[in-house]
């Protein structure tokens, strides 16, 4: 499975940015998936997950209320629309993917990563 993440770039504090994640298989209704993100000189974190089945959703508690994770299964794609972005959430987010997972932010329960792509907010 090949996971692709775009729609990172530059933005200024309080705007909106959505990243998306396209997989390549047919079944991608099966995984899980996540958003990570790591900033400079720091490890990786997680930021949001959602489970397979979509049911559940969960995220880190500093951005509760700013971002939001969805999928759309027919698309084989996971979303993260950031919203009030703050300078601290520049880092380079990664899309995971976990086969019939539950998005949680267990990193070693993820099969499969993307490349990454960079958001940075400027203040």
């Known amino acids: 499975v090949q996971l692709q993440a775009s729609g990172g770039g530059l933005v200024q504090a309080g705007g909106s940015l959505r990243l998306s994640c396209a997989a390549s298989?047919?079944?991608?209704?099966?995984?899980?998936m996540a958003w990570f993100r790591q900033a400079p000189g720091k490890d990786r974190d997680f930021v949001a997950g959602?489970?397979?089945?979509?049911?559940?959703?969960s995220s880190t508690d500093s951005v509760k209320g700013r971002f939001t994770i969805s999928r759309d299964n027919a698309k084989n794609t996971v979303y993260l629309q950031m919203n009030s972005l703050k300078p601290e959430d520049t880092a380079v987010y990664y899309c995971?993917?976990?086969?019939?997972?539950?998005?949680?932010?267990?990193?070693?329960?993820?099969?499969?990563w993307g490349q990454g792509t960079l958001v940075t907010v400027s203040s």
């Open positions: 959602i489970s397979w089945n979509g049911r559940s959703t």
């Open positions: 298989t047919r079944v991608f209704a099966r995984y899980g």
């Open positions: 995971a993917a976990e086969w019939y997972g539950a998005g949680s932010g267990m990193e070693d329960e993820y099969d499969y």
